[in-house]
Structure formats: C-alpha cells, structure tokens
Nanobody, 122 residues
Framework: QVQLVESGGGLVQAGGSLTLSCAAS????????VGWFRQVPGKEREFVAG????????YYADSVKGRFTISRDNAKNTVYLQMNSLKPEDTAVYYC???????????????WGKGTLVTVSS
C-alpha cells in the first residue's frame, strides 16, 4: 500500500521560511509525478508545485514561482517543498500527492497524504 506522509508544517511570520517533507513508501516511484497542493477551508484545493520523481525540473503555480522550490531525495524516497518569503495568503493545509501516470492534475492524482498545516502570520 502506498503511503505519503507530510511533515514540517507550522506557524511562521510573514517573510519567513519553512520546508515541508513528503515521505513516500510502498512502491517504486521512479516514473511517478509528485506534487504539492494546498487548500484553505471553504476553497478548492489548488496546485502549488510538482516534479517527476525520476528527474527534471519543477513546475510551479504562478503564485509561488520564485519563492517555493520543490526537490527530492531519491535515496530517502522523500520530496521537499522549500518555502521562502512566505505570505499570509500562503496559509493552508498542504498536501503531497503522487500520480502513476506522471500527471499533476488534482483529479488524476492516485495517492494523497493527510496534509500538514502551514500558518503564516502577518
């Protein structure tokens, strides 16, 4: 069974930084796409950043481009989201998700973690 477990969320002041981790287990993810998504209560879940586990550059939502960086450690089966220059509007529950077909479409993701809360105070 595939498991994705997020960690690293917390409370940070505006302008600060956080690094989220997504530890994956249960199978080989080399061909998978892995993404970070976020959701604010009452709003739809949205794409934040994604990458292909086997390599390649990251993809980013315009709202986080230049501030967030996605990376992976294949040896640890872990994907990271480095978040810098955080803004209050980045406050959300952040989810890690994986898609065996290599896509980053919310409705197409095969596996989801339970999420980690990021709160950015002004």
């Amino acid at each position: 069974q595939v498991q994705l477990v997020e960690s690293g969320g917390g409370l940070v002041q505006a302008g600060g930084s956080l690094t989220l981790s997504c530890a994956a287990s249960g199978r080989t993810f080399s061909s998978y796409a892995v993404g970070w998504f976020r959701q604010v209560p009452g709003k739809e879940r949205e794409f934040v950043a994604g990458t292909i586990w086997s390599g390649g550059s990251g993809y980013y939502a315009d709202s986080v481009k230049g501030r967030f960086t996605i990376s992976r450690d294949n040896a640890k089966n872990t994907v990271y989201l480095q978040m810098n220059s955080l803004k209050p509007e980045d406050t959300a529950v952040y989810y890690c998700a994986a898609d065996s077909a290599g896509g980053l479409i919310i409705d197409g993701m095969d596996y989801w973690g339970k999420g980690t809360l990021v709160t950015v105070s002004s």
